[in-house]
């Protein structure tokens, strides 16, 4: 196999081992953090507790009644918890 040849076939599996992986990690931490940054704002500049972080995270696994019933225990409004668990899921 020529010197060319196998340096082509390295940087091609780099690119896809490498864009493969910014592709799909981002974006499952984005989605969680997107509710939590909503939340955040609502609570006014409050930290999410380990609860609201917990419901985002199961509206991101498709769980969309655990996430409000469990936002809306940590005292947030029904509204800004039914969007955020919609932009968890996103």
């Known amino acids: 196999m020529r010197t060319s040849t196998r340096i ?3 940087l091609t599996g780099l690119t896809f ?10 974006v499952a931490h984005a989605d969680v953090s997107a509710c939590i940054n909503q939340v ?7 930290e999410a507790s ?3 972080r917990t419901a985002c995270y199961d ?3 498709g ?12 005292s947030v409004t029904n509204g ?3 969007s955020a ?3 968890a899921l996103n």
């Open 8 to 10: 082509a076939g390295v």
């Open 17 to 26: 081992a490498l864009g493969g992986a910014a592709l799909v990690a981002p």
């Open 40 to 46: 955040e704002r609502e609570l006014q500049g409050g």
């Open 50 to 52: 380990a609860a609201i």
């Open 59 to 61: 509206a991101q696994s």
């Open 63 to 74: 769980n969309h009644e655990k996430c409000v019933t469990g936002l809306t225990k940590s």
């Open 80 to 82: 800004t918890a039914v």
């Open 85 to 87: 668990c919609k932009v």
